[in-house]
Every structure is written in C-alpha cells, then in structure tokens.
C-alpha cells in the first residue's frame, strides 16, 4: 500500500510539472496593458483601442523597426479582449474588434517571425469585469488556446480564493502541458498572496510557471518603479535563488516611451530591469516612440546582460549613499556598474565575465544624447 501511495504522489508531481522547456531565458517582448489598458471604444479611438487593428500595427513595428532581431518576439494581448462565451462554453473574442478571432492573430504574428501572448483569469471574472476561467473550465480554456496557436498564457487572479487559486494553478499548467501545445506559463499567482512564504510556496511555482508576477502592479511613476525595486532588493534572500532558465521572478513591466518617467529614470528602469534578470516586456506605443527611449530599449549591451544563459539575479551586496537630487545616484546590486556618460548618474548591473569584459576595463555600446552605456568591470569583482 505504500508503494502504490508513492508512486501515486510521483505520477502526481510529473502531471504538475510544466516541463516545456521554455523560456531559457528572460521572455522578451510587448504587451498592452500599462499603456492602452482596457480602451474599448473604437468608435472615438479607433487607433487606441484594444482591438486587432492595434496589434496588427504593433506587430509591423516589432518586426520592421528591429525589435524582434534584438529578441522582444512576443506579442502579448492583455485584458478586455474578451467577448464572451460561444454555446459549447468556449471563449470567444470581441467580435467587434476582433472580427477575424484571435487564431487569425496568432498565424500573423508567425508569419513576421513573433510570437501570440494571451490574457486569462483563474477566477470568475477577470480583473475588468470580462469571464474568467473557474475550475471547470481550465481544460477547456487551455485547450482553447492550444487549438489558436497561441505561445503564452498570462493567467491572472481576479475574483478567486487563495484556496481556488491553490488548485486552478497548477491544473492549468498540467492542462496546458496535455495540449501538447509548448505555451509559456506566466503566473500572477504570488502577487495575489503577499509574494512571501509561506503563502507562497516558489519550489512549487517553479516547477509549474515559466514567470510569476511577485508584487504590485507597476504604475507610470518614477516611485512606483522605485518601490518594486526596494521590494525585490528587501526579499532578495527569498527571490533571487528562485529565479532561472525557464522560471523568473516578474517585476511587471518596463514603462520606458510612456509619460511617468524622465529620460534618466528610464535608463535606470531599463538598467535594473537587466540586473534583476526580469522580463523585458515593453508597454509603450512603438508607432511613436522617440528615438532616444528606443535607444534605451534597444541597447544591445542591456539586452546581452539581461539575456545571460546562466540566468542569474542580481542582487544588492552594498547599500552606497541613497537616491537624491543631483549628484551620483548609487543602488548597488552586484559587483559591477553602468555608466551613463561622463558625469551622469551610475547604475550598477550583474558580473559580466560571462560577456568577456576583463578586470579593469570599460566595454562602450550604442550612444544616445545623454552619453554611453558603458559597463566597467572592478578589479575586485573580478575575484
């Protein structure tokens, strides 16, 4: 009898297990919400509103404007997307503004090299009101996107109990991996149970979600950026070993190209974001984005530090000084440093052995107004 009890409890665990082997790497990519929310009238906002036509357009863009040769290939639908559901209890789209389904979506963000992200919620409702996904309809809704084509599912936590959240979790990982579909898992399961053990059990979200958002919503302010980032660093001991290929802790999104951030705040996001190892998911309008916030987003020495194969997190060893007006703004979060231009403001990023920079020396990227990128690797962090 107990031997039938164990393998039972190991057949249990491998079902549990989203073993897709993806995400080996932090996801790049575009997602919808921080910058077009829930705009559903596309009678006075056509351009703006969630809508087919909007990711039509921000596919082109990731696709012609060099995005996607530097690695951000998801193309990520957010809420509000929702119409409602068909007679057999399947989810169907806004036939307004999706007027060609969301399969129609996907094999156009295929046919430009991109990849089709989805929203959900393990909840009744999702979080603006749309129909969620209940217990009873998880494998229905997993087999829903599999049979769309989509290549990653953001399941949120709306209008659900810690206890429906604790089974709809992980039956939609197992779901989604009996598709035989390879879909990314991201996970908003943690933020909704304080993002801390013991409500959060990050072993499990490990062998189960591809990302999981940890904390708050990230809003386009300068102090919201700031109060992620002191979160992270204040939980380090508990975030950072969790963090790897295939499973990353989420600090929401970068809101670079958006109207919250000056130019230097948002090379800082864009520099902490690298050294967390976070997901870099843009939420900004590329039809109009400036040159110098591309920039930011399209440093290739950014992309290359935060796209290490060794996937760590970095971390605060040091506590130098605090942020203020003027001066050096200095948050060390491991053994090596940004330099934004001679004089500016320095940021410091994750060990760059892995990148070839010796003991001493300062490796230079793309230029902007403001100055270089410039990584510098100390003598004593190369020991």
Avoid at 152 to 181: V, W
Avoid at 219 to 234: E, H, K, M
Avoid at 351 to 362: I, K, P, S
């Amino acid at each position: 009898m107990l031997l039938k009890t164990v393998v039972l409890l190991v057949l249990v665990a491998q079902v549990l297990m989203l073993e897709n082997g993806l995400l080996q790497k932090p996801p790049m990519g575009w997602l919808a919400w921080e910058r077009f929310r829930c705009n559903i009238n596309c009678d006075e906002d056509p351009k703006n509103c969630i809508s087919e036509r909007l990711f039509m357009e921000m596919a082109d863009h990731l696709a012609q404007d060099g995005w996607r040769d530097l690695g951000y290939t998801y193309l990520n639908i957010d809420d509000c997307w929702i119409g409602g559901r068909d007679a057999k209890g399947r989810l169907v789209p806004d036939p307004k503004r999706f007027p060609n389904g969301i399969a129609f979506l996907a094999d156009y963000a295929h046919s430009l090299g991109l990849k089709l992200g989805i929203y959900g919620d393990m909840g009744n409702f999702t979080c603006m009101g749309y129909p969620g996904t209940t217990l009873d309809k998880v494998i229905q809704d997993a087999q829903t996107f599999a049979e769309w084509k989509v290549d990653m599912l953001k399941l949120d936590g709306c209008f659900s109990t810690p206890e429906e959240r604790a089974k709809g979790y992980p039956k939609m990982a197992a779901a989604l991996n009996a598709t035989g579909r390879p879909i990314a898992f991201s996970c908003s399961w943690p933020a909704y149970e304080g993002g801390l053990p013991p409500k959060v059990n990050y072993t499990l979200l490990a062998e189960i979600c591809n990302l999981w958002r940890n904390y708050d919503d990230i809003q386009d302010s300068w102090g919201s950026v700031l109060s992620i980032l002191s979160w992270f660093v204040d939980n380090q001991d508990i975030l950072q070993p969790v963090a790897g290929p295939g499973h990353w802790n989420d600090p929401d999104m970068l809101l670079i190209g958006n109207f919250g951030l000056s130019f230097e705040q948002a090379r800082a996001q864009m520099a902490l974001w690298t050294v967390l190892a976070a997901p870099l998911f843009m939420s900004t309008d590329l039809r109009t984005i400036s040159a110098q916030n591309m920039d930011i987003l399209q440093n290739p020495l950014m992309i290359k530090i935060n796209q290490d194969p060794l996937g760590i997190q970095g971390r605060r060893i040091l506590k130098h000084g605090a942020w203020h007006t003027g001066g050096v703004r200095e948050h060390l979060l491991s053994q090596a440093r940004i330099s934004w231009g001679a004089g500016g403001p320095g940021y410091p990023l994750k060990l760059l052995h892995d990148m070839e920079v010796q003991a001493g020396e300062t490796r230079s990227s793309k230029e902007d107004e403001g100055g270089d990128f410039r990584a510098c690797l100390s003598r004593e962090a190369s020991r």
